[in-house]
């Protein structure tokens, strides 16, 4: 206990030090420039009693000003006379106003209510009616009545002057002066103007300067305020004063100038050996303190809660505790300042408590600083204590406000439009509310904002009104279609955001509309597919198991049997050309084959595909008209797929097409496209929509009893796609008209 007791006064002593060497060398250091000069007559505080010596001298003692000799130095600008002129407006404006003065004395002139006759209020006013128009005809006549007005403030200020009395400077016995001026002398001593020189030397003087006293030296603090005029003219006839001002050697020891040198010279022999000492001492403090301060290896109990504070706070803390220890130093030092003027029992027990104050807050900022260091000993420790801080998390929390503020912002203004209305709107609400408030500070703006409510105020009310019951009626009808009610589409009114909004959600009704519509139809095709695919595998495959059990008889003869095989066959051809058309449609409607692309006359492909079916052609009862073009049509296609779209197409005009009927085809280019078409009238009605025809398994004849597969008109249309060119069917009752579309190469 003893010796943590002793450390606790060794270290209050070791501040106590430190504050008392670091106050005093702060006080050297400030009162340098003041105790630094040779002598007292080189320091500011001379050569201000200088300067108020040389006030009192020009303000008394060197020579007079008499009041004629100022307002001759008056002048007139033409400035001043413009001014004089149009104070109180144009000619027009000033006569009309003299008018109206005058017109209600004369009218009771007139009616006798008042002792004062016609005749001399007419005369006073025809007479100020005549100095205006003057006023505005002469320079002169402007020029004498603004001279007249300076001549009344010149003699206003010698009033004043009269009344100030020109007090005893403390030093003027201590000083001796000798100025001239337009060959007058003024001096304090009995020395002539020969001698004048021999008196103001080193060998009779202990300080010795010229020195020039300006006129206008005193004017702008005394005696005031006047115009600068004035002022100048009073400068201009005072004039400048050259001559000497010396302090003699002769000079009582006691004198007050004298008793202020030699406290100087005391005080700054006390000064130099209290600064010497004071930084010889703050040295040798901190060496031993380098010597003796080490940090703590171990974290002690007060360390450790000192730890848990963030370390923001804790710089925080450490930079009050410094300031305040700042402060405490300059308490100390306005402290020995004051014991510099007056050794007073009241200033050193101030002194004393100060310096016990700043041994404290030193102290104070010595722990708080250590301990800041220990519990950051390397970047890591502080990179990690920062992670903590509160500043660090008071950004973060300001980062994130400003980041959800600006998104707020930003998504206001996603269209443009809307966001400038709503903050005009807003604006004229909050000025709605502002101007009610100003009614009750100023009744003159209640006019103002009765306007402002009327023309602004309730037109954007009505405005706000409708487009809330617009909002509910588009909220209303959305909340219906998320329930499956489609019902009419809402009006549309304007051209405002709500009215887009209505625009799209119709928009969007109607989609939902046609969604439903291929949803049922793509549902009924789904269901048509099924039974379609069913059939037509199950029709051949029965044929061939029943003729396969035919087959497993004995007593079948060898013609029935070969009949027998030759159905079989038929089927089975059947069978695999469907299954390969099904797996060539599931393979160009993924994507998934590869085009061999060449430049290819297309109306030599369509002569290849028609010259195939050349039999068939002729065994039926078409007629075929064929249109080509005497130019070749180069196409970047496929020979081989763009040839089974050919046959596909030709193939079901032999099938499908109306007995006795004529079949046109026709090929030609338009612009850079080369476009084929196949025209024929169907035996069978077409009740399906013609996009329907696309579908897979799809046939215009209901009863499905030719042989064909449903699918080449759906391999025709991939075939066209993977071209990237179209092809589109077209029903016109019974006519049937199918339109291809490629793109031609030079």
Not at 488 to 501: D, Q
Not at 621 to 633: C, E, I, S
Request: proline share 1%.
């Amino acid at each position: 206990m003893g010796t943590r007791w002793r450390n606790r006064i060794i270290a209050f002593l070791m501040a106590l030090v430190f504050v008392c060497a670091l106050s005093g060398s702060f006080y050297f250091i400030y009162n340098l420039d003041r105790f630094g000069q040779k002598n007292y007559f080189e320091t500011d505080e001379f050569q201000s009693e200088l300067d108020g010596f040389a006030n009192y001298l020009i303000r008394g003692e060197l020579g007079t000003v008499s009041i004629e000799s100022v307002k001759e130095k008056i002048t007139v600008t033409m400035e001043e006379i413009e001014e004089h002129r149009y104070r109180y407006g144009s000619l027009d404006a000033q006569l009309d106003n003299i008018r109206y003065q005058y017109e209600e004395r004369l009218q009771l002139a007139e009616d006798g209510e008042i002792s004062e006759q016609p005749e001399e209020i007419v005369a006073e006013r025809d007479a100020k009616l005549e100095d205006i128009q003057k006023n505005f005809s002469s320079d002169e006549h402007v020029e004498k009545k603004i001279r007249a007005e300076k001549e009344k403030i010149v003699e206003a200020y010698f009033e004043d002057e009269s009344n100030f009395t020109s007090d005893s400077y403390r030093f003027n016995k201590d000083f001796l002066y000798f100025f001239e001026q337009n060959g007058e002398s003024f001096t304090n001593t009995d020395a002539e103007i020969n001698s004048k020189e021999q008196l103001f030397n080193e060998n009779n003087m202990q300080y010795v300067t010229n020195y020039t006293i300006h006129g206008d030296r005193y004017f702008h603090s005394y005696n005031w305020p006047y115009e600068d005029w004035l002022y100048q003219a009073l400068a201009d006839v005072r004039g400048d004063f050259n001559g000497e001002i010396g302090v003699p050697l002769e000079l009582a020891s006691d004198s007050l100038l004298m008793t202020f040198k030699t406290n100087y010279e005391e005080k700054r022999i006390w000064f130099w050996r209290l600064g010497i000492s004071s930084l010889i001492v703050l040295l040798l403090w901190f060496v031993t303190m380098l010597k003796i301060i080490s940090l703590p290896k171990q974290a002690g109990k007060w360390q450790n809660l000192y730890g848990k504070i963030p370390v923001d706070l804790r710089i925080a803390v450490t930079g009050i505790s410094t300031f305040l220890l700042l402060f405490s130093l300059m308490w100390v030092h306005d402290c020995i300042n004051q014991l510099t003027y007056s050794l007073s029992t009241a200033w050193a027990t101030e002194f004393i408590i100060s310096i016990l104050i700043s041994a404290c807050m030193s102290l104070l900022t010595y722990y708080q600083i250590r301990y800041l260091i220990a519990t950051m000993r390397n970047m890591s420790d502080f990179k990690e204590a920062w992670t903590r801080s509160v500043l660090l998390r008071a950004l973060i929390f300001c980062k994130k406000v400003y980041k959800k503020f600006f998104r707020i912002v930003k998504e206001a203004f996603l269209n443009t439009t809307t966001g400038i209305q709503v903050f005009i709107l807003l604006g004229i609400i909050f000025g709605l509310g502002f101007g009610f408030f100003m009614i009750f500070i100023d009744i003159a703006f209640f006019l103002l904002y009765f306007l402002f409510a009327i023309f602004i105020g309730v037109p954007t009310f009505i405005l706000l009104v409708k487009s809330v019951g617009y909002f509910n009626k588009i909220s209303i009808k959305t909340e219906e279609m998320a329930l499956g009610k489609l019902g009419e589409p809402i009006e549309v009114k304007g051209n405002s955001i709500l009215a887009k909004m209505a625009a799209n959600l119709n928009v969007l009704n109607q989609g939902v509309k046609v969604s439903l519509n291929e949803q049922a139809k793509s549902e009924r095709l789904k269901t048509e597919l099924i039974t379609n695919v069913s059939h037509d595998l199950r029709t051949p495959l029965t044929s061939i198991i029943t003729y396969t059990e035919l087959l497993k008889k004995s007593d079948l003869n060898a013609d029935d049997r070969s009949a027998y095989l030759e159905i079989i066959d038929r089927k089975s051809q059947r069978l695999k050309g469907l299954i390969e058309d099904l797996f060539e449609v599931s393979k160009m409607a993924s994507g998934n084959i590869e085009l061999v692309k060449e430049r290819v006359d297309l109306n030599q492909l369509l002569q290849q595909a028609l010259a195939e079916y050349d039999d068939s052609l002729k065994e039926s009862n078409l007629q075929f008209r064929v249109a080509n073009t005497d130019k070749p049509l180069y196409a970047m296609v496929d020979g081989q797929k763009m040839w089974r779209v050919f046959d596909n197409l030709i193939g079901n005009i032999v099938k499908y097409s109306l007995e006795n009927s004529r079949v046109y085809i026709q090929a030609h280019q338009y612009e850079n496209k080369a476009k084929i078409t196949f025209k024929n009238v169907s035996k069978y009605e077409l009740n399906d929509q013609s996009e329907e025809l696309y579908e897979r398994f799809k046939r215009g004849d209901t009863s499905r009893h030719t042989d064909g597969s449903g699918l080449g008109l759906a391999i025709a249309k991939s075939i066209i796609d993977l071209h990237e060119g179209s092809l589109d069917i077209e029903t016109d009752g019974d006519l049937f008209k199918v339109n291809i579309c490629l793109r031609v190469v030079e």
